[in-house]
């Protein structure tokens, strides 16, 4: 799918990563929640190899949830946060999450 390219395209680099939070959230796939899941998970997965946990966990809780993708984070999206607050080194913050 050409939107997935897009997306992953996008996702490798900082710079652009952000224009994926908005397409996100002003895009509609109508009856596709698993595609726009998996875009959302790719998107988690880039915030946090760019530490940007702030944005990744807005993510979730914001677009994920109140867009009734998931009724609550699964634990994948979960181990994805964890394991990069880990490797960054931040566990002071990962505590206060």
């Known amino acids: 799918m050409l939107l997935s390219h897009v997306i992953n395209l996008l996702c490798s680099k900082e ?3 952000h224009v994926v939070l908005e397409v996100l959230t002003d895009i509609n796939i109508p009856g ?3 595609t ?3 875009l959302c998970n790719e998107v988690v997965r ?3 190899r ?3 946990f702030d944005a990744a966990k807005k993510l979730i ?3 994920m949830i109140a867009d009734g993708l998931l009724p609550c984070p699964s634990k994948k999206v979960f181990n994805l946060i964890i394991s ?5 080194g931040k566990l002071d913050k990962l505590w206060r999450w």
């Open 50 to 52: 760019f530490k940007d």
């Open 15 to 17: 710079e652009t990563v």
């Open 84 to 88: 990069a607050y880990v490797e960054a």
């Open 46 to 48: 880039a915030l946090c």
């Open 61 to 63: 809780f914001t677009l």
């Open 32 to 34: 596709k929640n698993q």
């Open 36 to 38: 726009k899941l998996g």
